[in-house]
């Protein structure tokens, strides 16, 4: 499900060896103040597959090999802050800090208005 999602990365873009094993936090920010912190493993060293393989079953299908084409692999974690309870609001800002890539990701969040969609057997 949330492979479908739009999600950023950056400020900075690590290009070349990737490190085994990566440390951070994550970061809830709300008006400025610090809403939830939590600590993540993350890399190769901490994953139970590796990179050779995840490539290996990504780049087997053709569609993943078009000419042109960026593929960038958003390591993960089993931080969430759901998991603590914590119930975010329009204007959190979600930061993801890693020393091994530079300056933290911050993103504020924005709710979507919810729209009806007609599904329609055929």
């Known amino acids: 499900h949330s492979k479908l999602r739009n999600a950023s990365f950056g400020p900075e873009i690590l290009i070349g060896d990737l490190p085994a094993d990566i440390r951070g936090a994550s970061r809830i920010w709300r008006d400025g103040k ?3 912190e939590k600590p993540f493993l993350s890399g190769e060293a901490n994953m139970s597959h590796t990179i050779a393989n995840l ?3 990504h780049f087997k299908y053709s569609a ?3 000419p042109g084409d ?3 692999h958003m390591f993960g974690t089993a931080t969430l802050s759901f998991a ?3 119930r975010t609001e329009a204007g959190d800002t979600f930061e993801i800090e890693a020393p091994d890539f530079g300056l933290p990701l911050r993103n504020p969040l ?3 208005k919810p729209v ?3 599904v329609k057997a055929l």
């Open 34 to 36: 610090l809403l939830w």
């Open 55 to 57: 490539e290996h079953h």
């Open 70 to 72: 960026v593929h960038v």
């Open 64 to 66: 993943f090999r078009q």
């Open 84 to 86: 603590d309870g914590i």
């Open 110 to 112: 924005e709710i979507e």
């Open 116 to 118: 009806t969609v007609a």
